[in-house]
């Protein structure tokens, strides 16, 4: 049986999907029908500001309408009886946070869509409330196909994606500058081809140095970047429990004492059940 000492808790989109969020690489997933190389880079940017905005408040509006789910809220459960815990999620969503993970239990490790930063200064705010882009949303951008944004069967035979009736001064209007500096502000996440945030690298850091975590669980993630595996490993050192959640194998699958073929809405509610009663039996 295990002890709740200490844990860590990976997540990704997978733990968002039951909240109608779509994942990245799955069926449905965003980069089955975008090109990330047109939306998600510093590249993309520079190119095409209006076109990058335009996607990133679809999917805050999305987000916004959206509500924790069994998943989210299982892991606030954990975090409030694990006497050590700390939750690393790639999600740039808000519904750990809205599901009560404590922030300062927490990091966002690809950043936080509703924070819009300055793309050349340090000048950032984030939408105080329950998340939200601070101008409001372009008309276009609320729904998925009236706006440049298209997915598959207009997608290009060249992978571009297609553009439709852009309306030039419409779109410059709707990309906010720096009241400092005056260039232009982007959303507060880690691109492609981007450092992970120093602050938040070290608080990862910091936990995984200060001793090695009874628990594990990695839910929702396809666990392509290796940092992830890697932070999965350091935590467990030699005998730790590495528990996977994920419908699907994974590069982490093989790595893993328990592997759950299920929905993170299923498995987690149960599994922090369990942990739950456990420390209360102990205690
Ligand atoms: P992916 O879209 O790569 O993977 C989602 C994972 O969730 C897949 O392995 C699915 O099998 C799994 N999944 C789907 N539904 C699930 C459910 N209901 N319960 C549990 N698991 C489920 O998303 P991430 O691994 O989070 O980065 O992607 C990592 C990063 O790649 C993202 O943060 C984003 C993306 O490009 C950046 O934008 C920098």
């Known amino acids: 049986m295990h002890r709740l000492n200490r844990i860590l808790v990976l997540t990704g989109a997978g733990v968002s999907a039951e909240s109608g969020i779509p994942t990245f690489r799955g069926k449905d997933g965003y980069w089955r029908n975008l090109d990330p190389a047109k939306l998600a880079t510093p590249e993309a940017f520079a190119k095409d500001p209006g076109l990058v905005w335009e996607w990133y408040r679809e999917r805050r509006q999305r987000i916004r309408n959206a509500q924790p789910n069994a998943a989210h809220n299982a892991i606030a459960k954990l975090a409030q009886h694990a006497q ?4 690393v999620t790639q999600n740039v969503d808000d519904l750990h946070a809205r599901a009560g993970s404590p922030k300062q239990k927490m990091v966002q490790i690809h950043g936080d869509i509703f924070v819009t930063r300055c793309s050349r200064c340090d000048f950032q705010f984030r939408d105080t409330g329950r998340g939200g882009s601070p101008e409001p949303p ?5 729904y998925p196909h009236s706006g440049r944004l298209r997915a598959c069967p207009e997608r290009k035979s060249n992978g571009s994606i297609a553009t439709t009736s852009a309306q030039p001064d419409q779109e410059q209007k709707d990309i906010p500058k720096c009241s400092k500096c005056s260039a232009l502000m982007r959303p507060g996440v880690v691109w492609f081809g981007e450092q ?21 669980i990695v839910a929702g993630t396809t666990a392509t970047f290796g940092y992830i595996i890697d932070w999965a490993l350091r935590a467990i050192a030699s005998d730790g429990t590495l528990v996977e959640v994920n419908p699907e194998e994974t590069p982490l699958s093989r790595f893993a004492t328990q592997r759950l073929r299920e929905p993170a809405a299923i498995a987690l509610p149960r599994i922090v059940d369990e942990l739950v009663i456990y420390r209360s039996s102990k205690l």
């Open 84 to 87: 050590e815990f700390l939750l």
């Open 138 to 142: 372009a008309p276009s951008a609320i």
């Open 196 to 216: 992970l945030p120093w602050d938040e690298l070290r608080r990862v850091e910091n936990y995984l140095e200060a001793g090695p975590c009874d628990f594990v």
